[in-house]
């Protein structure tokens, strides 16, 4: 570690009369809460090239997308911009992952679009209160519930979600108007308006599309450099790999140079993003309120209209952030902190509603490029921001000549990898039942969003319950009938497990002493308290014996606590089965203090 490290963690000393420094100030917890101290005292010139570059590379590539992604949530142009730099700039102070870029997204786009009815001023209002959202869970620590949206429920999302928005741009790409937004509607609309494909739109647009697809596979395909390499061969390595690293700003100013040159000669056979606010966005407080023909529109009545988008943007928004960072931090061999990337999300979106921003979240497309850029801190997101904001002053008058069908190329390009068509045949062979949540999710999403992740989960849910009522229990057939739960005991398993031992103990004849291997029971509950009571006492009636083996000590202390009868407790099973078949061996052990194994009295008393 360096010595500026050291000394930054080092107490300073105290003058006379003055009050210890309060754990709050300490240089340890101002890293925790500030992860750009703990870096930025090592930062050298290396860092600032691979940084500059990167930063440049995730540029050029998120000033086109972010002009795409506003057509996705039905915005102006601007906003997507809007949206593109106040992350950037929050995440440098607060993320601790070097790789991620907090930005406009596709699925973010689309939540927008299905929540905001295409208002700007709905679209802001909810970045903020997603941000508040998002805070909140970060200092209350509930990001846990993230942890409840399983793999295919995500997986089911994001590839419908790729579906909707694919598809949502066929039209700009064939360049047809008058298409509605809603999935079937449009489905329906475009295949009806086939006809009035305009010629131009649909060669520039495909043309757009080989283009980006050739540049990916060149991308994917141009060896590393190694030193030994000629200097010329090096060059040709660094224009490509330029090239191909920008190809959505190479692509769109392209298209944007091909549609000038026709607006000079006359003719424009293409239909045009149009005219762009210029100027950087001013600095004002969310709107809490909708002034329109019909009246004002209040704080509470717009809460209203956006419903469930309170809940589905903030929790997809952390989940897809947190699923990027983990990814390269793991791709990349270093550790982020899920509660910290809560609070950098949170305050991302609502600084960026002070500047007109709709929600953002982290890009998995930008962040593959900021790391394979090879960028060493978040420090690459400050040149990201700032190209961001140059081109919002200067460069937003040549905005007016982008293709909207080049605009398409690049939303299609970007949302492709997001379905995965391995997901099936995979669960197919390792879990089959995963399947379902998987599908529902899928089918619900081009309904309604958040009915598709409600039922995903809930399925989900189904399913983890099922397994918690109906656990697994291994049956050793004998003299001594022997039962032992695989997966936990539960009041919901409560039915199954008395099922289970009265039907082989009780209920054949001659009747059975039965032994409850428990050492894979780690917790009951009162209901299963109950039950195990009423099971001793019917064991006790027909002249047989129930005994348990393999108690863990919480288990142990709550039937202490309980006061049963005639319970027999052996440390090990094979003690139990010997007692039971009347062979010679220890006697067992009743429940009581002075019955108990020293080193387990002395953890209930813990």
Known sequence: MSSSVKALGQPRPLGAGMAPMTCCCSPETLQRWLPFLAWLPQYSAQWLKMDFIAGLSVGL??????????????????????????????????????????????????????????????????AFLSGCIQL?????????????????????????????????????????????????????????????????????????VLLLLLLKLMRDHVPPVHPEMPPGVRLSHGLVWTATTARNALVVSFAALVAYSFEVTGYQPFVLTGKIVEGLPAIQTPPFSVTTANGTISFTEMVQDMGAG???????????????????????????????????IGLAN??????????????????????????????????????????????????????????????????????????????????????????????????????????????????????????????????????????GLHFP????????????????????CAVLECSHICAIDYTVVLGLGELLEDFRRQGVTLAFAGLQVPVLRVLLSADLQAVQYFSTLEEAEKYLSQEPGTPPYNISEDSVPEHKVALLKA
Not at 74 to 99: E, H, M, N
Not at 142 to 165: E, Q
Request: hydrophobic share 50%; aromatic share 10%.
């Open 310 to 344: 309170l809940a589905v943007v903030p929790l997809m928004g952390l989940l897809e952030s947190i699923a990027v960072a983990k990814s390269f931090a793991s791709q990349n061999n270093y550790r982020i902190r899920a509660t910290q990337e809560l609070l950098a």
């Open 493 to 512: 398993a409560l039915e199954t497990l008395r099922e289970a031992i009265l039907s082989r103990a009780l209920e054949v004849s001659p009747r059975r």
């Open 350 to 487: 609502v600084l960026g509603s002070l500047f007109s921003s709709y929600p953002v979240t982290g890009s998995f497309g930008r962040t593959a490029v900021n790391a394979q850029s090879g960028v060493c801190t978040p420090a690459g997101g400050l040149v990201t921001g700032v190209l961001v904001l140059l081109s919002l002053d200067y460069l937003t008058s040549l905005f007016y000549y982008i293709p909207k069908a080049a605009l398409a190329a690049v939303i299609i390009m970007a949302v492709v990898p997001l379905f995965d068509t391995k997901i099936v045949r995979t669960l197919w062979r390792v879990k089959r039942r995963d399947l379902l949540p998987l599908c529902v999710t899928f089918l619900l999403c081009f309904w309604e969003v958040q009915y598709g992740i409600l039922a995903g989960t809930l399925v989900s849910a189904l399913i983890l319950l099922h397994s918690v009522a109906r656990p697994k229990i291994q049956v050793s057939e004998g003299p001594v009938l022997v039962l032992k739960p695989t997966s």
């Open 61 to 126: 590539t998120v000033i086109p997308q972010a002009l795409a992604y506003a057509e996705v949530a039905g915005l102006p142009p601007q906003y997507g911009l809007y949206s593109a730099f106040v992350g950037c700039f929050v995440y440098f102070f607060l993320g601790t992952s070097r790789d991620v870029t907090l930005g406009p997204t596709a699925i973010m786009s689309l939540l927008v679009s299905s929540y905001t009815f295409h208002k700007p001023a709905y679209a802001v209002l909810l």
């Open 136 to 208: 909140a869970m970060g200092f209350l620590g509930l990001g846990f519930l993230l942890d409840f949206i399983s793999c295919p429920v995500i997986k089911g999302f994001t590839s419908a979600a790729a579906v909707t928005i694919g598809f949502g741009q066929v039209k700009n790409l064939l360049g047809l108007q008058g298409i509605p937004r809603q999935f079937f509607l449009q489905v329906y609309h475009t295949f009806r308006n086939i006809g009035e494909t305009r010629v131009g739109d649909a060669v520039l647009g495909l043309v757009c």
